[in-house]
């Protein structure tokens, strides 16, 4: 029985090629493969027969380790600046590790450096170590980390690294702090809502039957509503808890993904936050790639696991099937169709001059600026708007409670 594997070769021309080739075992198609001369840069087994589960199953993998293994993003921070710094002061990779285990204070990541120490003592890469805990690191992180090993530039780019993620605690903190105050409105309109519904309307049912009069429409719709959640309350919750873990295992799947990240793009205002945070990691990946010298195919291809998103994941594959046709890199990006003018005339400009890394990393920073500056706006708008919701869902939720009372209130005066 023939096994498929997929493979990337470097032909002794120079060119890369990739596709799939079937042989008797690893072996036999690693020599078919470089009968011509060609390196071969990555050989793997393809799974023919689970090929549209396996990554659903990785995915959901990812996503309870990350559940398990939650590390705060300002440790990870620290880390990467400690592990640059000692790097570059001499000590092996191995020695740092093991160096950062005995001082770090956070138990799990504890752990987690030792495996990793454990691993590059073995005679593992760093970023081979790494990728054994994709719960706590992320793509981006491993895919730079690459990069400097390739490059020979680890020191350096765990520095790049470092600020790059205290640029994303930054805009999170201050995400963060803005949510604060409307996720604490949200939940607290919920709960009044809850107990108006579950208890304090069912008692002015009691009193709307004693006046005995005709009530108005949204008063017995809101009655009625009460009365069916108060009885289906269990109900209701049990609905609500599958339906959010339907929907997020569904998320895990190519397909899910690919709905969830074209409704999240298409929302007002956080859209196109989420759109410009995209840009700016591809932008500052794709150039600190280039600037570390790893080939404009490979960049590609460690691009496509950063940008967290099914649509843009798609456009970067189209793109580098373009580039490798010899289509230049800005008319790739172009013909997907989602990347930005400005960021093609940025990138078009790069590659006639030569400086297509630099000219990424300023894209990076304009979308960056774009995003701190989206995220100020939200905040001056949002609290102002929560309060107004507030007001008119109690406000509206009381009127049309008391108003029974009123009008016989009116009629007695009468």
Do not use: C
């Not at 921070?77 to 020695?95: D, K």
């Not at 790739?332 to 790069?350: A, Y």
């Amino acid at each position: 029985l023939m096994t498929e594997f997929t493979y990337i070769v470097r032909t002794s021309k120079g060119s890369r090629e990739s596709g799939e080739i079937k042989s008797d075992n690893y072996n036999t198609a690693l020599d078919e493969l470089q009968v011509n001369g060609n390196t071969v840069i990555q050989l793997k087994e393809r799974d023919t027969s689970f090929d549209f589960i396996k990554p659903f199953l990785d995915r959901l993998s990812v996503a309870l380790e990350e559940l398990k293994n939650k590390i705060p993003l300002n440790v990870l921070v620290f880390f990467t600046r400690q592990l640059s710094t000692m790097f570059s002061a001499g000590l092996t990779i191995e020695r740092a590790l093991y160096f950062l285990s005995t001082e770090e204070k956070n138990k799990k990541f504890k752990k987690i450096l030792l495996k990793i120490a454990d691993d590059v003592k073995k005679g593992l890469l760093l970023s081979s170590a790494l990728e054994n805990h994709p719960g706590v690191f992320s793509n981006l992180y491993i895919s730079l980390v690459k990069a400097g090993e390739v490059s020979g530039k680890l020191s350096e780019t765990l520095e790049e690294l470092s600020i790059y993620l205290e640029k994303i605690e930054d805009t999170q903190r201050k995400v963060k702090s803005a949510m604060y105050y409307p996720v604490f409105i949200i939940a607290f309109l919920f709960v009044v809502i809850t107990v108006m519904f579950t208890f304090l309307i069912p008692k002015f049912k009691n009193v709307y039957d004693q006046l005995g009069s005709e009530l108005p429409y949204y008063t017995v719709l809101f009655v009625n509503l009460s009365v069916w959640f108060q009885n289906n309350f269990f109900s209701v919750f049990l609905i609500l808890i599958f339906s959010f873990i339907s929907i997020w295992i569904f998320t895990l799947t190519d397909t899910g993904r690919l709905i969830r990240d074209k409704f999240l793009l298409s929302i007002p205002i956080f859209g196109s936050i989420i759109r410009q945070n995209i840009l700016s990691k591809f932008s500052k990946t794709f150039g600190i790639l280039i600037s570390s010298g790893v080939a404009v195919m490979e960049a590609m291809d460690l691009v496509i696991k950063v940008v967290n998103n099914r649509v843009y994941e798609l456009a970067v594959k189209d793109a580098t099937k373009n580039i490798e046709n010899g289509v230049s890199i800005s008319d790739s990006l172009k013909n997907t169709g989602v990347f930005p003018p400005i960021m093609i005339q940025l990138f078009s400009t790069g590659e006639e001059t030569g400086e297509i890394d630099n000219l990424s990393l300023k894209a990076s920073d304009f979308y960056t600026k774009q995003v701190n500056a989206s995220v100020d706006r939200l905040t001056s708008l949002i609290e102002p708007l929560l309060i107004i919701l507030v007001g008119l869902v109690i406000g509206g939720v009381i009127i049309v409670t008391y108003l029974p009372i009123f009008q016989v209130g009116a009629a007695i005066a009468n």
